[in-house]
């Protein structure tokens, strides 16, 4: 991230960092997980699950701050994140 | 050894413990914006302290319909149009629960519309959560009562002639002591709206504006789910507290969104209650005066 000045407090900061776990199954390859995701964590997978659909894959797994938004926007319950220590 | 660690099961999903998960994945096509809903809906009953016994959803027929059945509370799929009585009942013969209704606006305001309009009138303490995806998406796209003017559904393929109804001015003429419209992207503060409505004593009603691809996008040329989602959030233009006959939906200019209406007023319950009890003060309040009678003049 870009700042016009360094914050004051930049060494205090924890920024959380999540591990995001994608039920494969469930998945009907909506894309909201991918699109919305504002770290760039998530990819469309060239494989298919059962019912014929590409799921999203984890690619840049070190990105990832676990901000809930791919939770919170799967239609599916498809995809979840947890804190993970660092 | 690392066989086993390697198979060891997965996490579950947090909203697992609220979904009946041998009904997932639910019928609801890809990129549904009910989903979203409903994950709103079960992130808001997580953050309530009202014990899970005294939650219950009651939806009608529909795709919304179905989500009574994926919920793993005490929940009823009524027929169509019949959630709101339902739910009326429900709630006088326990008071204590917290009575949830979710379902789409063709059953709620389509064949259940005369019920939800005495239901607000009455201030009976429900919680409605309507999802509005602008037409019938379970029977094949049909004209409902929100299909925006001139949008084109499988009975109007020249596009609509009638004016929709504009659900937020409708509850909140009835006397809805809560009113919010949020589009499916605005979750968080979907969530937030889901969670006051519940601990709202009286009628409050939240609308959920939803893509619904496969029957209104795919007709209007919004194929993808996501160009749908991303449409109605970009038109989208947050107004706290308007007046909510200003409240259009209009895609042209401003779709409003936003908490209309926070207000209080005694619920039925409570008025029911006062008759009960006998406390009621002789109508009209300010009495008859039987001499004044006739003395008007007619004209």
Known sequence: M?????????????????????????????????????????????????????????VAPKLCV????????????????????? | MSAQAQAAPQAAHPQDELLRTDRIPHIWCSGCGIGIAFGSLMAAIAKCDTPRDDISVVSGIGCTGRLAGY???????TTHGRAIPFATGLHLTRPQNKVIVASGDGDLLAIGGNHFIHAARRNVDLTVICVNNFNYGMTGGQLAPSTPFGA???????????????????????GATYVA??????????????????????????????????????RNKIRRSLDLLRFYYERSVVKNHLAPGEATIDFDNKLVVGKFVDIER?????????????ELEAWPATGVDASAAGQRKAG
């Open chain 1, 66 to 86: 676990n901000c809930h938004f791919c939770e919170v926007i799967c239609p599916e319950f498809a995809i979840f994140s947890q804190e993970e220590d660092q």
């Open chain 2, 71 to 77: 919920i793993h509370l005490d929940s009823f799929h």
């Open chain 2, 181 to 218: 419209r949020w589009t499916a992207l605005h979750i968080r503060r979907l969530t937030t709206a889901i969670s006051e409505a519940m601990n709202k004593k009286g009628f409050s009603f939240v609308e959920v504006i939803a893509p619904c691809p496969t029957a209104f996008g795919r």
């Open chain 1, 2 to 58: 870009k700042f016009w000045r360094e914050p004051l407090d930049v060494g205090d900061i924890k920024v959380t960092k999540g591990k995001v776990t994608v039920v494969e199954e469930r998945c009907k390859g909506c894309e909201f997980c991918i699109s919305y995701c504002s770290r760039g964590v998530l990819a469309m997978s060239q494989t298919f699950n059962r019912k014929g659909y590409h799921f999203p894959e984890v």
């Open chain 2, 152 to 174: 084109k559904t499988t009975t109007t393929p020249m596009g609509s002639p009638d004016e929709p109804f504009n659900f937020c001015a409708l509850a909140a003429a009835c």
């Open chain 2, 266 to 278: 005694p619920t039925y319950l409570d008025q029911y209650d006062m008759v009960n009890r006998g």
